[in-house]
């Protein structure tokens, strides 16, 4: 299997920035996602990283270093929205899912 | 408009019998997956199928069983052989099996086994 690490909680302020990261051990790598999902709801692909380097996507932005088998989620200018889990997935014959991390957004 | 259904949201089973998760898509995607969510938990693969007619196991098949007898349709069963079936249950695809860096989902079922 896949040892896809991320932290299980983050709080952080509305407006403010928040960074999720995510690690991994694996082999075979293709590239990395990242998913939201909302509390009962099912999950929604936010971005996919397969080369090295920050990819920026509005106020979500991902990076990815293989060699270092680590990627981070940039959420920039946090919204109440923006409360929900973020799973990191790493691809290689099929994904493989962490955890997830939930993040809660305070006013 | 396109994508996944599944129904219904909320199912109720008695311990011991089976049951039968449906999944339908209209976006003419090749591969199709199940997975199984529990609390505090990432998603788990339970199995998935890249072409009409194919599938293969995923990570937790034991206790499930599916069908891929039409391009729209990937139907789990549930059986009384899976020990703990109390889960979330969430159906994607992706265009073809190449295609696994965006998978879109649907709106899940959650499945309580009393």
């Known amino acids: 299997g896949q040892n896809i690490d991320q932290p299980t909680e983050m709080t952080a302020t509305e407006g403010a920035i928040v960074q999720i990261n995510c690690t991994y051990q694996?082999?075979?790598?293709?590239?990395l996602s990242w998913y939201q999902q909302h509390a009962g709801e099912a999950p929604t692909f936010l971005s996919y990283n397969v080369l090295d380097g920050l990819e920026e996507k509005g106020r979500f932005s991902s990076f990815l270093s293989r060699s270092k088998g680590y990627s981070y989620l940039l959420l920039k200018e946090l919204q109440m929205k923006d409360s929900a889990s973020y799973l990191c997935?790493?691809?290689?014959?099929?994904?493989?899912f962490g955890a997830g991390t939930t993040v809660t957004v305070r006013a | 408009d396109g994508g996944i259904t599944q129904s219904p949201k909320y199912l109720f089973r008695k311990e011991g019998q089976n049951v039968t998760l449906s999944c339908e898509q209209n976006?003419?995607?090749?591969?199709m997956y199940w997975y199984r969510q529990d609390p505090g938990q990432g998603l788990r693969l339970i199995y998935y199928?890249?072409?009409?007619?194919?599938?293969q196991k995923g990570d937790i098949a034991e206790g499930y069983s599916v069908s891929r007898e039409k391009k729209e349709s990937f139907p789990l069963t549930v059986t009384s052989a899976q020990k703990n079936p109390t889960a979330f249950y969430l159906c994607?695809?992706?265009?073809?099996?190449?295609?696994?860096?965006?998978?879109?989902f649907g709106p899940g079922t959650r499945l309580t086994v009393l």
């Open positions: 694996t082999s075979g790598f293709n590239g």
């Open positions: 976006l003419n995607h090749d591969a």
């Open positions: 994607a695809s992706t265009p073809s099996g190449a295609s696994y860096n965006e998978q879109f």
């Open positions: 199928s890249q072409i009409v007619n194919d599938f």
């Open positions: 997935a790493v691809t290689i014959e099929k994904l493989s």
